[in-house]
């Protein structure tokens, strides 16, 4: 008799593809979240999305929204919502820190990737980034393909 396949991701790894494109990098923080039951399952499938996710403090907590966490196929009436707003659990430090960079002009908080660590919990990295201008984009496109052209020089 075989075993049947599972529906759980050993390692989930879902990444903000835009957000290297659209912001530069200042400082990275990894977080925890604050879900609810049928919220973890649904991110062991893979389904999340982190496009359109920003956070903001309120009363000194910080809080993703607009991330999407498709409700869970098994699950009858106890679903969570698709897009609620979830905290974020960081350190005392690391808040006053955040609120505080965040408060300057021009600079946000947004979420970079979504992992399960290896204790089996639920981590977002986020990151202190900065809007890039139209030719900060198109500096990495040219560097990209640079990129990509020498890597085909060189397998020929």
């Known amino acids: 008799m075989s075993a049947k396949p599972n529906r759980f991701e050993k390692s989930v790894n879902i990444k903000n593809k835009k957000a290297s494109f659209e912001f530069e990098f200042i400082d990275t923080y990894v977080a925890g979240l604050m879900l ?7 991110i ?3 389904k999340v999305s982190l496009t359109e996710a920003y956070c903001v403090f309120h009363q000194g907590e910080l809080y993703i929204r607009q991330m999407h966490i498709s409700p869970y196929s098994m699950a009858a009436s106890y679903n969570h919502d698709a897009v609620r707003e979830r905290k974020l659990l960081l350190n005392k ?3 006053e820190k955040l609120e505080t960079k965040s408060a300057e002009k021009g600079l946000a908080i947004i ?3 979504i992992f399960i660590n290896d204790r089996g919990k639920a981590k977002m990295e986020i990151a202190l980034a900065k809007g890039k201008k139209l030719h900060d984009k ?3 496109l040219k560097e990209k393909d640079a990129k990509r052209e020498l890597q085909r020089m060189a397998f020929d």
């Open 93 to 95: 430090k690391e808040l």
């Open 111 to 113: 979420p970079v990737r």
């Open 36 to 42: 609810k039951g049928t919220e973890i399952k649904s």
């Open 138 to 140: 198109r500096q990495d």
């Open 44 to 46: 062991r499938e893979g």
